[in-house]
């Protein structure tokens, strides 16, 4: 595919595509089968499909083309360059979508969920992106935005006369609708917990002692033997990698060294290289072997993990448990934990879910709502918490309207940042950057 746009579209069509028609009888929103020809020589370059869009009902309010080619990077090359020498240029990472944000067509929140359709890994990712895309953020901001401005528009009346001071009533309703509106936001602002999660997935490290079952526990996670089991203590000796995605939250999977007193130096730089990997990871899971009695080893790593975010993984229930139930019980402590086969697969989907429950919190992966997935966003929400905190709080001690109204204009200012509406110059190249070429 090759997009063209700008005012000068036609015109390059016209150029160099051909049809059995002719160019003028190319109806808008229609494809269109033909010949792009190099006007420079004459050349034919391919045969391919032609689409026109006039402005504004394109993908950037401009006038657009779009060619659909034979997949081959010599010819897309060829016309490319065919262009460049017709007066058109390449495009900047983004471009295209900025254009359509300048135009109008979508707002700011909308065009980052473009980049974060294209980047999506899983299919919830994809189906979480494409309801920012759809305007769900602009949508729920908006009355929100439409209460402030009514809250302001009524105090700048009482600044206006200030001969008649705002009954007391007033002040009181108007501050209790601040709360009303602060609570919506930081209903916003802890779904982020959950929504940064689902946009950029998290990271998981499987440690335990030598020979416990780690390497089995990570091909069972990833439904595939990646990486080597065998029955010799120390058989991973470095990091195994792997992405997988549960849930539809991407995964980064780490099968580290087996943790004990090691020798040799290649044992103890795989024992280092573990333990940073539990340093970096979002989440730990504590393999134990309960086909063999408790072991102190067992005991003191646990203890280095209670800081961290553990699951422990009670491994081999496929034999004899050399564990009592109150052993698995005062070991977890408190922890979240799952008993599983590594090697038949029992308890992988449970364990899965306790996962989730940990990341994510008891309501798991949403599905409906309003979901904040960008760190920007939630900095602007929060932002405009605290102003209108500022502004309930003078509401409620008695200062002036205008001290409320300060704070009040300041909020919605920051809320109008998150689509785009104000004070975005500075954004909009940072953010279009990290597009790809084309988007």
């Known amino acids: 595919m090759v997009r063209v746009s700008g005012p000068e579209t036609d015109g ?53 083309g779009e060619f659909s080619l034979h997949g081959s990077p010599v010819l897309i090359f060829a016309i490319l360059d065919c262009l460049c020498a017709l007066g058109a240029r390449m495009a900047e990472p983004g471009e295209f979508t900025m254009r359509a944000f300048l135009h109008g067509r979508i707002d700011l929140t909308q065009a980052e969920a473009v980049r974060d359709i294209i980047e999506a890994t899983t299919l919830y990712q994809a189906q979480v992106a494409a309801r920012q895309r759809s305007g769900g953020l602009a949508q729920g901001i908006r009355p929100v935005k439409q209460q402030l401005i009514d809250l302001i528009v009524n105090l700048e009346s009482a600044v206006e006369f200030a001969d008649q001071e705002l009954p007391v009533s007033s ?134 993990l209670r800081p961290l975010r553990c699951i422990v993984v009670m491994n081999k229930s496929d034999l004899p448990s050399r564990w009592s139930p109150g052993e698995k019980s005062q070991f977890a402590d408190g922890q979240a934990w799952a008993e599983v086969s590594a090697k038949t697969g029992s308890g992988i989907d449970g364990l899965r879910g306790i996962l989730l429950d940990q990341i994510l919190g008891p309501a798991g992966t949403p599905r409906d709502g309003l979901l904040v997935t960008n760190l920007r966003h939630c900095r602007n929400l929060g932002a405009a918490e605290q102003d209108l905190s500022r502004a309930e709080a003078a509401l409620k001690n008695g200062l002036s309207e205008e001290f409320a109204l300060v704070d009040l204009h300041r909020g919605l200012r920051n809320l109008d940042e998150i689509t785009g509406e104000t004070g975005v110059e500075d954004l909009l190249d940072e953010i279009f950057s990290q597009f790809c070429v084309g988007k």
Not at 26 to 43: E, S
Not at 226 to 238: F, K, L, Q, W, Y
Request: cysteine-free; hydrophobic content about 40%; aromatic content about 4%.
């Open 171 to 304: 002040r009181e309703t108007a501050a209790k609708r601040l709360e009303t509106i602060r609570q919506q936001l930081q209903e916003w602002i802890r779904s982020f917990r959950q929504g940064r999660v689902i946009r950029n997935g998290f990271s998981l490290a499987i440690v335990g002692r030598p020979n416990v079952g780690k390497s089995s526990l990570f091909n069972a996670l990833l439904a595939q033997n990646r990486s080597i089991v065998a029955e010799i203590p120390g058989t991973t000796r470095d990091l195994v990698t792997e992405y997988t995605n549960i849930g539809g939250i991407p995964v980064h999977l780490q099968d580290t060294a087996g943790i004990h007193d090691a020798q040799g130096v290649v044992e103890k730089l795989g024992i280092d290289r573990s333990r940073q990997a539990i340093a970096d990871a979002d989440a730990v899971l504590l393999v134990a072997d309960t086909s063999r009695p408790p072991a102190k080893e067992d005991r003191d790593l646990i203890d280095q």
């Open 12 to 64: 390059l069509l016209r150029q160099i595509f051909v049809t059995r028609q002719g160019f003028d009888a190319m109806i808008p929103r229609r494809a269109v089968l033909g010949r792009i020809v190099d006007p420079r020589d004459g050349t034919e370059i391919d045969e391919a499909i032609a689409t026109r869009f006039q402005a504004p009902h394109s993908y950037t309010g401009e006038d657009m």
